[in-house]
C-alpha cells in the first residue's frame, strides 16, 4: 500500500500562487503514475493533472491549463503541483494519488487510496 501526505495548502487572495507536495512511499512508487486531484464542498472529487512514471507526459484538466504545473522528483518520491493565477473556483481539499496504471488515475471513483488532502482556500 502506498503512504501518500499531502502539503502547501493555505489561503491566498486571487490571483495568488502555492506550491503543493506530495510525499509518498511504498512498494514501487518510483515507477508509478501519480496525480493531483481536488474536491469542492458538494461537488465530485475531480483530477487536476497527472504525470507519467518518469514525467514525460502530463495531463491538466481544462480549467488549470497554463495556471497549474505538475512536476516530481523521483529520487524524493515527491510530486510537486506549482499553482498560479488562482481563482476563487480553485477553493478545494487537494489529493493526491498513484498507479501503475497511467489510465487508472483517470477512474476517480476506483480510486481508493488517498492522502488525508491539504486544504486550498483562495478569498479576498
Known amino acids: 500500500q502506498v503512504h501518500l501526505v499531502e502539503s502547501g495548502g493555505g489561503s491566498v487572495q486571487p490571483g495568488g500562487s502555492l506550491r503543493l507536495s506530495c510525499e509518498a512511499s511504498g512498494p514501487l512508487i518510483s515507477i508509478s503514475a501519480m496525480g493531483w486531484y481536488r ?15 518518469y514525467g514525460a507526459v502530463t495531463y491538466y484538466n481544462d480549467s488549470v491549463k497554463g495556471r497549474f504545473t505538475i512536476s516530481r522528483d523521483n529520487a524524493k518520491n515527491t510530486i ?15 489529493y493526491c494519488s498513484a498507479n501503475r496504471q497511467w489510465a487508472a488515475l483517470f477512474e476517480v471513483d476506483m480510486i481508493t487510496n488517498w492522502g488525508q488532502g491539504t486544504q486550498v482556500t483562495v478569498s479576498s
Open 80 to 94: 510537486y503541483l506549482q499553482m498560479n493565477s488562482l481563482q476563487s473556483e480553485d477553493t478545494a481539499v487537494y
Open 39 to 53: 474536491q469542492a464542498p458538494g461537488k465530485q472529487r475531480e483530477l487536476v493533472a497527472a504525470i507519467s512514471n
